[in-house]
C-alpha cells in the first residue's frame, strides 16, 4: 500500500461552464499565454489544500462557483468539493464529478476557532 496523496485531477465547476486539469501523469509543467488560468490552477490547489481564501484570478475565476480534487490518499480514491467563498469540504469516496448519487463520506471545515 502507497502512503501519502497524489492529485489526480482538479475540476472547475459553475452554472454554464466545467473545466478540468488532469494530473494522472506523473509530471506537469504549468505554461500558456496570459490571462489562460495558470494562476487560477495554483490558487485552487492552495485553496483545496486548506487556504482561508481564493485569491480572485480574473476572469477566469467568475465562470466558476465550484472546485473539486480528485486525489488518492494511501492509495484509496476521494473527490473533495468546495465552493467558493466557503469555510466548509464536501468529501466522496471514488473519484466523482458530479455529487448527485456520490457516495458521501464527510464534511470538513477550515478556519480558526473565533473566543467569543
Request: charged share 25%; hydrophobic share 35%; net charge negative.
Amino acid at each position: 500500500m502507497n502512503s501519502g496523496f497524489f492529485i489526480n485531477k482538479i475540476l472547475f465547476i459553475g452554472d454554464d461552464n466545467k473545466a478540468s486539469i488532469d494530473f494522472s501523469n506523473h509530471l506537469h509543467i504549468v505554461h500558456g499565454a496570459s490571462n489562460t488560468g495558470k494562476s487560477l490552477l495554483i490558487e485552487a490547489i492552495d485553496y483545496m489544500f486548506g487556504s482561508e481564501e481564493l485569491k480572485e484570478v480574473k476572469p477566469e475565476s467568475e465562470k466558476y462557483s465550484e472546485v473539486a480534487m480528485q486525489l488518492y490518499l494511501n492509495s484509496i480514491p476521494y473527490t473533495v468539493f468546495r465552493k467558493w467563498p466557503s469555510n466548509s469540504f464536501e468529501i466522496y469516496h471514488d473519484f466523482v464529478e458530479e455529487k448527485d448519487g456520490a457516495n458521501f463520506y464527510s464534511y470538513f471545515k477550515v478556519g480558526k476557532e473565533k473566543k467569543q
